[in-house]
């Protein structure tokens, strides 16, 4: 089998900027109980012409640029969403199209914030079976749209935007060198939006615009989070014979700092390995990773050669973790 890893990255977040002051307008809160219980300063709003499929469109161009690929060498693209534009057609297809990829087929995968991991170990077992030779994972989402920004205690925590990532084959050595995938349905009360049969029924969690929004077992959420983001890591490092000293960064769901921090003591790693920007941009579910890991690669904290780890955890409840040399 070929090995298969990352090649170019990209990004795209909206212009508009939300504060944790201009929260404090909206809902009964506080920049300081923000920023101590979360670690988010700021967020991204998308704009109307800002949907997901749009945001999706810019970053996959960027890594297209990125990998120094041409959008006719693409022959997959799979979009992580849990906020499609619509129910059908899929993001996927519609990023084909804008982007001009004739060769690809393309379906968007729903994982929750996970989906950008799952969707890069995805891609890697079709570029290394030769099924395909050039893969788009894109994660996108417009979560402030089915945001309820009554509810404090959720509407504080996301935002917008869109990361991407090439996939191809590379020299023997780099890439995936291991994965832990998992999934625990049990859990799906804890974080949901519901779509059509519930709440045509039963509007229990509709917003203002008569749209679904997001519930959150913030606590019940918090534990699961620490506790997979820990043991799944630990869980592909064994697979790969790596120790979490021989990792080079660690790519986090960007969900809230003081999740990171528990997951980080659990591990014994140091914040320093530990690459962090949701001050900036808050929750941003599938797109999260691949944002983070644009912009690590774009300050120099993610060279190549690095090993690097990705976790995940998001609604159904599922985790994803992949093990990288770059
Ligand atoms: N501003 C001010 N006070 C608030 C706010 C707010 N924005 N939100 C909640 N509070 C209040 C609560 O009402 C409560 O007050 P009370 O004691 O009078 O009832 C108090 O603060 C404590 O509330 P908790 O929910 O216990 O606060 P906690 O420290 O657990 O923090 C949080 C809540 C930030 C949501 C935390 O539980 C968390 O981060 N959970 C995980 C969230 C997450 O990452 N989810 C993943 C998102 S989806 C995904 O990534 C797949």
């Not at 297209?64 to 041409?70: M, P, Q």
């Not at 309820?148 to 996939?167: Q, S």
């Not at 049990?186 to 615009?209: D, H, T, Y």
Request: aromatic share 6%; glycine share 10%.
């Amino acid at each position: 089998m070929r090995s298969a890893g990352i090649v170019g990255l990209g990004s795209y977040v909206p212009e508009k900027v939300l504060t944790n002051f201009d929260l404090e307008k909206i809902v009964e809160t506080s920049d300081e109980w923000i920023t101590t219980r979360t670690g988010i300063k700021e967020r991204r709003v998308a704009a109307a012409h800002e949907t997901t499929t749009a945001m999706a469109i810019e970053a996959a161009k960027n890594a297209l640029k990125d990998a120094g690929v041409s959008a006719s060498e693409v022959d997959l693209i799979i979009v992580a969403t849990v906020t499609p534009d619509y129910f059908f057609p899929s993001t996927a297809c519609q990023v084909q199209h804008a982007i001009g990829a004739p060769n690809a087929a393309a379906f968007d995968l729903l994982v929750g914030c996970t989906g950008f991991v799952y969707g890069v170990i995805v891609a890697c077992q079709f570029i290394q079976t030769g099924a395909s030779n050039c893969a788009l994972v894109i994660g996108s989402e417009a979560l402030t749209r089915i945001v309820d920004w009554t509810d404090r205690k959720t509407c504080v925590l996301f935002g917008d935007g869109a990361g991407a990532a090439v996939v191809a084959s590379v020299p023997e050595g780099r890439g995936l060198l291991a994965f832990d995938l998992g999934s625990d349905g049990s859990g799906g009360p804890l974080l949901k939006a519901e779509a059509l049969q519930s709440c045509c029924e039963m509007p229990s969690s509709v917003g203002l615009n008569g749209r679904p929004t997001i519930y959150m077992n913030g606590n019940e959420v918090f534990k699961f989070a620490v506790r997979v983001m820990a043991d799944s890591t630990l869980a592909a490092l064994q697979k790969a014979g790596l120790t979490v000293d021989q990792v080079d960064l660690i790519v986090p769901h960007q969900a809230n700092i003081r999740i990171i921090d528990a997951a980080a003591r659990r591990l014994g790693v140091p914040m320093d390995k530990i690459f962090v920007n949701l001050d900036r941009y808050g929750n941003t579910s599938a797109a999260s990773i691949p944002i983070a890991m644009d912009e690590a690669k774009r300050s120099g904290r993610m060279k190549e050669g690095d090993i690097v780890v990705a976790t995940s955890f998001g609604a159904g409840l599922s985790w994803a973790t992949f093990v990288m040399r770059m």
